[in-house]
């Protein structure tokens, strides 16, 4: 229990640091958090353990999560502890049971000798690790402070080392046999996702020198009867701290896909019939064309496409891909792009891998008639983590890292594929059918009876004329 006057002093303290708001609470009072007015980075728990109910205080604020960042805690211990080797000697009683992970900062001032108090950050890798302390600075009776210079680092940066903790990774798998072939580049179109993401998290376990654990799902996963399956299901009940599968199904719409329009013209007949239709330049302009349409057969396209509610995207699933009476047009990569070739239709399909297809069965000439219109509208992806993970910072940094060093851009590289570029046009040739013509022709007939038109009005002004 602090004193009033003691109180007195500590706002006093704290007003000479401009500090903004001061808000104090008793350990044997009810439990409530702070006032909605103070932010939570600016909130600091100042805890003296001869204060009773003390241990009920902190257990309630551990389940409250007030011992994650960006929560700050000061504990103190008036009592004189002394120790020599082990340096975990001076945790108390009251703190041992408590979950203190690496995200959180919380110093803990206890008295070494007479008169000199010394500070010490504390935490633990998880939850049956024993603590881990970092020396923050030591105080003296007459006033004297020394803070250590270590501790000017991030809380991030200094805790990067995991000690060999380990972390658990799900990865999707919607075929089983890619298992064997994570690394090896073999059917390197099947699973691209989880095979880029593979070398590129086992890369940032290393750096943080964890070990790992693999979990493999079926899939990204969906809600149903109020729980959610698939890799979602376990990063929801955390089991897993990571989803190794860019996390683009995972915020609802983050895999990147496009539409795929070829339109065949005859070579070096006009300019016009020989460049890519700019006709087609939205979802509505391609449901009102008698273009076919396909969709690569996964697991998530099946789902996304038949729940969508947009009416445009509604209307090209009843409409294009599954209309009455006909087998939904879902299909492997390789057929979906041979289609794509013969012209007059459109597949959905996730371009890095897409263009490795094209690349292989297109004729130089005829890459220059793709086009691609966004079907879904995606963010950059990011990597999936469990809710409230204590190694958040340490993810954000490691990846960071990662992807300066220009490892990720390696893994992009060797799986996925550019848009090809356009060249060789002038030596392609292909037929004109009627319906690319359709435009010529139609303006020739409407000039052909405009000039009869004017042509039987001229007889008749030249025969009314005589």
């Known amino acids: 229990m602090i004193v009033t006057d003691k109180k007195v002093q500590i706002y006093k303290a704290l007003n000479k640091g401009n500090s903004s708001g001061v808000y104090m609470q008793f ?3 009810y439990f409530s958090i702070p006032p909605s007015y103070v932010l939570d980075q600016h909130t600091t728990f100042l805890i003296n353990l001869s204060c009773p109910n003390v ?3 902190l257990e309630k604020s ?3 999560n007030y011992f994650r960042a960006p929560y700050r805690w000061i504990i103190f211990n008036s009592s004189e502890i002394k120790y020599e080797n082990d340096t975990t000697n001076f945790i108390p009683a009251a703190l041992s049971k408590i979950n203190i ?3 959180s900062e919380v110093i803990y001032m206890h008295q070494a000798q007479k008169g000199v108090f010394e500070f010490h950050l504390i935490y633990k890798i998880c939850y049956n690790r024993a603590w881990q302390t970092e020396p ?4 003296n009776m007459a006033g004297n402070i020394k803070k250590f210079d270590k501790v000017a680092e991030s809380t991030a940066i200094r805790r990067l080392n995991l000690d060999g903790y380990e972390i658990k990774i799900c990865y999707v798998l919607t075929n089983k046999n890619s298992i064997n072939h994570l690394t090896d580049g073999i059917d390197d179109h099947i699973d691209t ?3 880029v993401n593979f070398p590129t998290t086992n890369q940032l376990l290393d750096y943080l020198n964890a070990r ?4 493999f799902a079926d899939t990204w996963g969906y809600q149903h009867n109020n729980t959610w399956n698939g890799m979602t299901g376990y990063l929801i009940r955390g089991e897993v701290e990571i989803g ?3 996390g683009r199904i995972v915020m609802l719409v983050l895999f990147l896909t496009v539409m795929f329009l070829y339109t065949s013209y005859a070579a070096n007949i006009v300019a016009l019939l020989q460049s890519s239709s700019s006709q087609i330049k939205t979802l509505e302009d391609l449901l009102h064309t008698r273009i076919k349409f396909g969709v690569h057969d996964t697991v998530y396209n099946r789902y996304y496409f038949s729940t969508a509610t947009e009416p445009t995207r509604k209307a090209i699933y009843d409409t294009k891909i599954a209309p009455p009476g006909v087998k939904p047009r879902f299909m492997s990569i390789e057929e979906g792009v041979k289609k794509m070739r013969q012209g007059l239709f459109a597949f959905h399909m996730e371009t890095g891998v897409g263009y490795k297809f094209v690349g292989k069965y297109f004729e130089e000439g005829e890459k220059c008639g793709l086009q691609e219109i966004q079907y879904l509208q995606v963010i950059d992806p990011w990597l999936a983590v469990r809710k409230n993970t204590p190694f958040m910072e340490m993810f954000k940094i490691g990846t960071k890292r990662i992807h300066e060093h220009g490892l990720q851009n390696r893994q992009n590289r060797l799986l996925y594929e550019h848009k090809p570029r356009c060249s060789g046009r002038e030596a392609n040739f292909v037929s004109v059918s009627m319906v690319d013509c359709y435009p010529a022709l139609l303006a020739l007939s409407y000039g052909t009876v405009i000039a009869m038109v004017v042509l039987m009005m001229e007889f008749l002004y030249n025969k009314w004329k005589k």
Request: aromatic share 24%; hydrophobic share 30%; no cysteine.
């Open 55 to 57: 241990s009920y205080y």
């Open 244 to 246: 190794g599968s860019l």
């Open 101 to 103: 992970f690496p995200d």
């Open 136 to 139: 923050y600075g030591v105080y």
């Open 212 to 215: 790992r654990k693999f979990i």
């Open 62 to 64: 551990e389940k409250a």
């Open 27 to 29: 350990a044997d009072d």
């Open 193 to 195: 996702i989880t095979k």
